[in-house]
């Protein structure tokens, strides 16, 4: 399943480097991209697993981003 995820407040291209590299390690995650310049995040993952793998990308991000607002 592959779902799209607008980003708020995303403030540089490391930083989006860093989280699409730590999505890309979560469990049923099969690829990830975050794009500083769209502002966009697009993650394929296990359709079952979805609701799981998003409280973690979540977390994530916010490790990295603590300003980084999600739109679900």
Do not use: H, W, Y
């Not at 990295?64 to 999600?70: A, G, K, L």
């Amino acid at each position: 399943m592959k779902k799209k995820f607008k980003l708020i407040d995303l403030d540089c291209a490391n930083c989006a480097a860093k989280m699409e590299d730590a999505i890309k390690k979560i469990d049923g995650v099969e690829d990830a991209n975050v794009s500083f310049m769209t502002q966009k995040m697009t993650i394929i993952a296990e359709e079952d697993q979805f609701d799981r793998i998003m409280q973690e990308v979540v977390k994530v991000c916010n490790k990295v981003e603590p300003d980084c607002q999600i739109v679900l």
